[in-house]
């Protein structure tokens, strides 16, 4: 496991960070503004409140702290299909380039590793660098399309309406825990 880079730390979300989260969530998008490959709409979109809030209640929102522990990042995850989903990963532009998605994923994978699930899974634009080939050097493979899950495709469908999906693909992250 890398260690966590100093003077930070992370923890479960707590209710009253959702505004922090929301903003974390809209400064990370701003990153896509020159990729071209998300709308106008979805990049002045979030992550719903009420999702944060069914998430902190499920203990499937961790949060990456800076020394004075604000947060400063977060993953928001779900389990479908037998695996550890994760559904979003964010750190604000001030404080990326550190590690901290790193860590994220290294803390997803002992979360993973404790709830006995095999897998991390998660859908992401291939060829951007910090997405596809980010995920890659973590150890991440991308699943052929004929080996998606039910679920996996049902996800597509959905991101279908916003997303162009041959930029797309599902990952996977093997955890040994047996």
């Not at 922090?20 to 990729?35: C, G, M, P, V």
């Not at 977060?74 to 994760?86: D, E, H, K, P």
Request: proline residues 3%.
């Amino acid at each position: 496991m890398r260690r966590l880079p100093d003077d930070y730390s992370i923890t479960r979300a707590a209710r009253d960070e959702i505004p922090a989260l929301i903003r974390i969530d809209l400064a990370a998008s701003t990153l896509f503004a020159e990729t071209g490959l998300l709308s106008a709409e979805a990049l002045n979109d979030h992550v719903p409140e009420e999702v944060f809030g069914q998430a902190i209640a499920n203990d499937d929102l961790l949060v990456a702290r800076d020394r004075k522990g604000r947060a400063v990042g977060f993953a928001l995850t779900s389990q479908r299909g037998g695996t550890l989903y994760l559904d979003q990963i964010s750190v604000h532009p001030d404080h990326g380039r550190k590690g901290l998605g790193r860590a994220l994923i290294d803390r997803l994978a002992s979360e993973a590793k404790a709830r006995k699930l095999k897998h991390i899974t998660l859908s992401t634009f291939r060829d951007l660098a910090w997405n596809g080939p980010f995920y890659r050097r973590l150890g991440f493979r991308e699943i052929a399309a004929t080996k998606k899950a039910d679920w996996m495709v049902d996800l597509e469908k959905v991101q279908a309406t916003s997303l162009d999906l041959s930029k797309r693909c599902f990952m996977m992250r093997r955890i040994g825990w047996l």
